[in-house]
C-alpha cells in the first residue's frame, strides 16, 4: 500500500499548511471583541461585517486595486525582458556572460533598510513618487533577476538540437521563439509568472516607501487596523484572507503549465 | 535633475571611476586577446573575470580584517590587497 | 553544453541591464557615500573615512547578530530544503489532484509578510490562539515572549510553514520537467525508487534547486518583517537578527552612516556566501553529468 502512504502523509502536512490560515478564516467571520473573549474553534455566529467594510470602505479596496495593478505591471516587465536574457544566457557565450549572471543575483542581496532613502530620492528625481509605475520598476529590481535565473535553468534543459533544426527549416529568430521555444518551456514560463507575482505581491518596504496615497498598496493600508485600541483582528483577518484570493487566481491558471512539464519529441 | 542627494565625496568618486575603468580595461583586453579558461592555485577552473571578481571580493574582506583587527592606517592592507589582486591575476 | 559565441547576444540582454542597473547602481552607489560620512540633514554632512566601518566592525552586539544570523539561515536551509523535496516527491503528478495541491501549496506564500506575523501572533497565544491553547492544553506553558527557546521554535515554525512551499513548488516544477523516458528506462532496468532519485531526478534537478537553495538563504538572512512583527526581536535580544539590528540603528537611531556601513558588510557577507553556494553547487553537477 505504498500510494496510500504517501497520500496521507501529504494530507497530513497540507493539514498543518491550512491550520494558521484555516484560524485567520475563522477569525475573519467573527467581531473582534468576540475573538478577544472566547476561544473557538469555529465561528458560533458568523458575521461578514469585516468583509463588507473592505468591500465597501474605498480606502480599503483601493489598496487591492493599486496592488494588482503594480503587481501586473511588474510580471509582464519582468516575463518580456527576462524571455531574451534568458535565451542569451542559455545559448550564447558571450563577454562577461557569467559576471552578467551573477550580478543580477547580488540585486536582492542588498538588505532594504538604508536603500530605501537613496531609492526615494532617485523616484522623486525622476517624478515617479506615488505611481504605479515606480513600485513596479523597484519590484524589478528583485524579480527580473529571480525571472532570468529560473527561466535560464528551463531553457538550458531544452536540447540545443531543437534551435538547429528550426534554424535550417528557414525559421527567423522572433518565429523560432514564439512558435517552437515557447511552447517548450511553458511550464517554466509558468512558474516565473508566479514567482514575479508572489514576490511583489508581499513585498511591503519599498511599495510602503514609494508611494503616499494614490497607489498604496493593501500591505501598507493593513497596517493601518493598529489603532489606539489595539489591533482589529478579526478586519486584519478578513483582508488577509482576500490577499490569498489574486495570487490563489494566478496558480489556479498556470498550473497545467506547472504540472504538465513539456513532452519531448514534439518537434 | 539635482543629484545633490547622492552626497557624493572625492575618495568614493576615485573608487567608482576606478571600478568602471577597470571594467572598461578588461572589456577592451577581451576582445583583443580572448581568454580561455584555465586553473591556477584557486580550485576553481577560472576565466580573467572570474579571477577579478575573486580579487576584488577578497581584497574588500582584506580591508575589512585590517580595519576589524588592527589599528594600523588602511593604506597598507590597500597595498597587500594590490599585491593579491596581481597574484590572484597572474596565478589563480 | 557548448554555447554559441557571439556577442551579439549582448543585446537580448541589454533591457534586463538597463532596468535592473537603473534601481540597483544608483542607490547602491549612493549607499556607499554614506557609509563614509556624518549626515546630519540635507546638505549637511561631515567626511569621518572609515570610521563607521571600524565602529560597525566592533560592535559586539552585531557579532551575536551574526551568530543567531547563520544559525537560522543554517536551520532553515538544512529543514527547508530536504522537507521540501520530499513533499514535492509525494505530489500527484497529474489530475485535480495535482492542481490542487499546487494552489493549496502556494497559499501561505501570498501572504504579506507583515500579515504573516500577525496572524502568528495570534495564532500562538495562548488564550486565543489555536497553536498557543493546543501546547498549553497538553501541559506545557507555552509563551513565546518570555522564553527565548520558545521564541526560536515559534519563529522556526513559521518560517518553515511559509517558506517550505516555495522549494516544494520549484522542486515539483524540476520533477515535472524531466522527461517520462527516463523513468521508463529506469524501470526497465529494474531501477529502485532510491535510485531513481538520486540517479535521475536529483541530478535533473540541480538548476531548481540552486535557485531554491539561493533564495532561501538570501531571504532567510535578510529576513525582517516576520520575524519583528512576531517577536520585535526579542525575549531580550535572542530573536533580534541582522535586519532588525540595522533597521534600530537605521531608522531607530538615525545614523545613516553607520547604517550605510553596516549594510555594505551585510551585503559583502551575503554576497560571499552566495557565490560560494553557487560555485559548489554548479561543480556539484559536473561530477554528474
Known sequence: MKIKKRTIALIFYFILLLLPIYWMLNMSLRTNADILSTFSLYPREITIANYVKIFTDSSWYSGYINSIIYVSINTLISLFTALPAAYAFSRYRFIGDSQMFFWLLTNRMAPAAVFLLPFFQLYSTFGLIDTHIAVALAHCLFNVPLAVWILEGFMSGVPREIDETAYIDGYSFPGFFVMIFMPLIRSGVGVTAFFCFMFSWVELLFARTLTTTVAKPIAAIMTRTVSATGLDWGLLSAAGILTIVPGALVIWFVRNHMAKGFAMGRV | ?92 | ?289
Not at chain 3, 541589454?14 to 532596468?19: G, K, S
Not at chain 3, 535586519?243 to 560571499?272: H, R
Request: proline content about 5%.
Open chain 2, 1 to 92: 535633475m539635482n543629484l545633490e542627494w547622492m552626497a557624493w565625496t572625492l575618495p568614493t568618486a576615485i573608487f567608482f571611476i576606478t571600478i568602471i575603468c577597470i571594467l572598461i580595461a578588461m572589456t577592451t583586453w577581451q576582445i583583443i586577446s580572448p581568454c580561455i579558461k584555465r586553473r591556477g592555485f584557486i580550485p576553481l577552473s577560472t576565466t580573467r573575470g572570474d579571477r577579478l571578481f575573486i580579487g576584488l571580493l577578497s581584497s574588500a574582506y582584506i580591508h575589512l580584517a585590517w580595519l576589524g583587527l588592527t589599528n594600523f592606517t588602511i593604506w597598507i592592507a590597500f597595498v597587500f590587497s594590490l599585491v593579491w589582486m596581481g597574484v590572484v591575476m597572474r596565478w589563480g
Open chain 3, 1 to 289: 553544453m557548448n554555447k554559441w559565441e557571439d556577442n551579439k547576444a549582448w543585446f537580448l540582454v541589454l533591457p534586463v541591464f538597463v532596468i535592473v542597473a537603473f534601481s540597483a547602481i544608483i542607490p547602491l552607489m549612493t549607499v556607499v557615500n554614506y557609509s563614509i560620512q556624518d549626515i546630519f540633514g540635507p546638505g549637511e554632512r561631515v567626511f569621518v573615512g572609515l570610521e563607521w566601518f571600524k565602529e560597525v566592525l566592533g560592535d559586539p552586539r552585531l557579532h551575536e547578530a551574526l551568530m543567531r544570523q547563520f544559525l537560522f539561515s543554517g536551520l532553515v536551509l538544512l529543514i527547508e530544503i530536504p522537507l521540501g523535496i520530499g513533499i514535492a516527491l509525494l505530489m500527484p503528478k497529474k489530475g485535480w489532484g495535482a492542481s490542487l495541491s499546487l494552489v493549496l501549496m502556494a497559499l501561505p506564500l501570498l501572504i504579506p509578510w507583515n500579515v504573516i506575523g500577525t496572524i502568528w501572533i495570534v495564532f500562538t497565544r495562548p488564550d486565543i490562539g489555536l497553536l498557543g491553547s493546543f501546547i498549553n492544553g497538553m501541559g506545557i506553558p507555552f509563551d513565546h515572549t518570555a522564553s527565548p527557546t520558545q521564541a526560536w521554535i515559534t519563529l522556526m515554525l513559521m518560517e518553515v510553514w511559509h517558506w517550505t512551499p516555495l522549494v516544494v513548488l520549484l522542486a515539483y516544477a524540476g520533477l515535472r520537467a524531466i522527461p517520462e523516458a527516463y523513468f521508463q528506462a529506469a524501470k526497465i532496468d529494474g531501477a529502485s525508487a532510491w535510485a531513481v532519485f538520486k540517479y535521475i531526478q536529483l541530478p535533473k534537478m540541480r538548476g531548481v534547486l540552486t535557485i531554491a537553495l539561493l533564495l532561501r538563504f538570501m531571504d532567510s538572512f535578510l529576513i525582517y518583517a516576520e520575524p519583528f512583527v512576531l517577536t520585535g526581536g526579542g525575549p531580550g535580544n535572542t530573536t533580534t537578527f541582522l535586519s532588525i539590528y540595522l533597521v534600530k540603528i537605521a531608522v531607530g537611531q538615525f545614523d545613516l552612516g553607520p547604517a550605510a556601513a553596516f549594510s555594505l558588510i551585510y551585503f559583502l557577507i551575503i554576497l560571499l556566501l552566495s557565490w560560494l553556494f553557487y560555485q559548489v553547487l554548479q561543480n556539484a553537477g559536473k561530477g554528474d553529468a
